[in-house]
Every structure is written in C-alpha cells, then in structure tokens.
C-alpha cells in the first residue's frame, strides 16, 4: 500500500510539473496566415491573395487576421485608441512585416481584395519602384 501511495505522489508530481513547464506561454507575434483558409476578421471573406493582408494582436494575446490592409487599418481605428501589435504582408515577398516600419502604398494601379488600394513593403526602394511601374504614392501610415 506504502508502495502504491508513492507512485501516486510521483505521478502528481510529475503532472504539476508537466503543467507548469509545458503550458502555452502568453502569444506574441504574428502568425503565418493560411491563404484560402483563415477568414478576415472585418469583413469575413476568405483570406485568398497573398500579398494584401495583415494581423492585430491585441494586449489580451488575441490574433485577428485580415485579407486587406485597408481592413486591419479599419479594425484598427475600432480598437478605441488603444494600439495593438500590427503586422502586414510585404507585397514583394509575402512575407508579414511589422506595421510601423513597413513602407505603404496608395495606388489604383493594383486591386486589393477589399478596394482599398493599399499595399505594403519592407523595403522603401521596392516600394519605390513598385510606384514607378504601377502608379500611385507612398504614404505615412498617420496619412493614410
């Protein structure tokens, strides 16, 4: 009986400890977003186009994804001043970039999903020569 108590005490043990060292940590950061399978969080369509969308985390840890950048900024000015952590997907690459430092154009040049006519990039020579090709201005983030 001696024996089968202490088992027990092993197992509890060795479950708190499962607990407390694999439990998920608060999230940060961005995610990759699943094109044809992750919805936009505003206007519910699927998120198709790579190229155009974006994420907010808010300071609860809660990740919204969006098919445009138009859409983000929109949620964005919903969240009642409060700034969440934002990330666009580079033009060029695909890739999700944070919002702050990314380089913004407003061209009629391209179709966004949601008619917006905003894309984003990483880098500010790209988005130069994206303008020069298709038309269109970069723009401040507080512009747009």
């Given at each position: ?6 088992g027990l005490g092993i197992a509890a043990i060795a479950f708190v400890l499962a607990v407390v060292f694999l439990w998920p940590g608060e999230a ?117």
């Open positions: 009986m001696k024996r089968l108590g202490m940060t950061g961005p995610a990759p977003i699943r094109h044809g399978f992750d919805a936009c969080a505003r206007c519910r369509m699927l998120i198709g186009s790579p190229g155009f969308g974006g994420e907010l985390r808010d300071q609860h840890g809660i990740l919204t994804k969006y098919d445009d950048v138009g859409c983000l900024l929109g949620a964005m000015l919903g969240s009642r001043g409060e700034m969440p952590d934002a990330w666009v997907e580079d033009r060029d690459s695909g890739t999700l970039v944070p919002l702050l430092t990314a380089q913004l154009v407003h061209t009629d040049g391209v179709e966004t999903p949601m008619g917006h006519g905003i894309v984003a990039f990483r880098d500010e020579g790209v988005a130069r020569a994206f303008v020069a090709a298709q038309g269109g201005a970069l723009v401040r983030l507080e512009d747009v």
